[in-house]
């Protein structure tokens, strides 16, 4: 089945600092997203991006499918933004969403 | 209006014990899941329906069987529930194809 590597593991930032996350896969996909899940335990979605270049408030998200990475950028972070992000894809069936180990990340004031 | 929406939000209960989770989503879509978070927030999927019909089965024990009355419920029981069933059970849906998951707020799930 397909594998989702995810790193770093763990990541400690100060506020107001900008980081990168990335997202590896094994295999072609055609459904790719990140999500938030807070420290309340939601899983909030914050792009659904197969492909290409999108970009929400001070979050973006970039996928190259044909190189089989994706990567998620944090600007100016808040401690808000702490928690665990998580990549997942779907397979071409479109029934089953893998999800990577996550990346921990805590942004201190 | 929440879109997928997971009740209870916690679940405390004995070893044996027999216990329902009841998930519905209002987004019209036709594919539901059960995803289990274990304690080091690994999440793995462990059902997938589409339509009422059971399409992913994951090597769940048969202690768990899910019953979906509609596309638009798909509720979980466990039954003769143990220790290592403590988790978070969270519930999703989408639309069959290249588009985008909806997670409910999960179910803490405590046996003791």
């Known amino acids: 089945g397909i594998q989702v590597e995810q790193s770093p593991p763990d990541l400690i930032l100060q506020e107001g600092a900008n980081s990168t996350l990335r997202c590896n896969f094994s295999?072609?996909?055609?459904?790719l997203q990140w999500f938030h899940q807070n420290p309340w335990g939601q899983l909030i979605n914050l792009f659904y991006?197969?492909?290409g270049t999108k970009q929400n408030g001070r979050l973006s998200a970039t996928t190259v499918a044909t190189e089989r990475y994706s990567l998620l950028y944090i600007s100016s972070s808040q401690t808000t933004d702490s928690g665990v992000y998580f990549c997942?894809?779907?397979?071409?069936?479109?029934?089953?969403?893998?999800f990577g180990a996550g990346t921990r990340l805590f942004v201190k004031a | 209006d929440t879109a997928v929406s997971q009740t209870p939000k916690y679940l405390v209960t004995q070893m044996g014990n027999d216990k329902s989770i009841k998930c519905e989503q209002n987004?019209?879509?036709?594919?539901m899941y059960w995803y289990k978070q274990d304690s080091k927030k690994f999440l793995k999927i462990m059902f997938s329906?589409?339509?009422?019909?059971?399409?992913i089965n994951e090597t769940v024990p048969n202690r768990f069987s899910p019953k979906s009355p509609d596309k638009a419920h798909l509720n979980l029981h466990i039954n003769s529930l143990e220790l290592g069933d403590s988790a978070v059970y969270f519930c999703?849906?989408?639309?069959?194809?290249?588009?985008?998951?909806?997670f409910g707020q999960g179910t803490r799930l405590t046996v003791v």
């Open positions: 997942a894809v779907r397979n071409t069936g479109g029934f089953k969403t893998i």
């Open positions: 999703a849906s989408s639309v069959q194809g290249n588009t985008e998951a909806f």
């Open positions: 991006i197969p492909s």
């Open positions: 295999d072609s996909v055609n459904n």
């Open positions: 329906y589409n339509n009422k019909e059971l399409i």
């Open positions: 987004l019209g879509h036709d594919t």
